[in-house]
Nanobody
Framework: VQLQACGGGSVQTGDSLRLSCAAS????????MGWFRQAPGKDREFIGA????????YYADSVKGRTTISRDNAKNQAYLQMDSLGPEDTAVYYC?????????????????WGRGTLVTVSS
């Protein structure tokens, strides 16, 4: 499975972002798609995940309420919408796929990763 996240760029505080993740290859084996981010000098952080077939979503407490993750199976795409951005949201954002019937906040439960897309939020 190959993943490609796109939609990053420079935004202002208070803006929203919408990232997409295109999946190709053996997409039928995807159980869930997760989104992570990594700020400069920090560990990679779980944002949330969506199950590929059922569309159930899970979010980290730190972003809950201003984040929406969705998927379009027909297009093999997953999406991350995040509102009310602040400078603390500046990071490289990654999508990752899980293929073994489990999707947690742990990096180890994801098997394939996209290259990431940089989001810079200026005040």
């Amino acid at each position: 499975v190959q993943l490609q996240a796109c939609g990053g760029g420079s935004v202002q505080t208070g803006d929203s972002l919408r990232l997409s993740c295109a999946a190709s290859g053996r997409t039928s084996s995807i159980y869930a798609m997760g989104w992570f981010r990594q700020a400069p000098g920090k560990d990679r952080e779980f944002i949330g995940a969506v199950t590929w077939k059922g569309g159930s979503t899970y979010y980290a407490d730190s972003v809950k309420g201003r984040t929406t993750i969705s998927r379009d199976n027909a297009k093999n795409q997953a999406y991350l919408q995040m509102d009310s951005l602040g400078p603390e949201d500046t990071a490289v954002y990654y999508c990752a796929s899980s293929h073994r019937g489990i999707a947690t906040a742990e990096l180890q439960s994801y098997h394939y990763w996209g290259r990431g897309t940089l989001v810079t939020v200026s005040s």
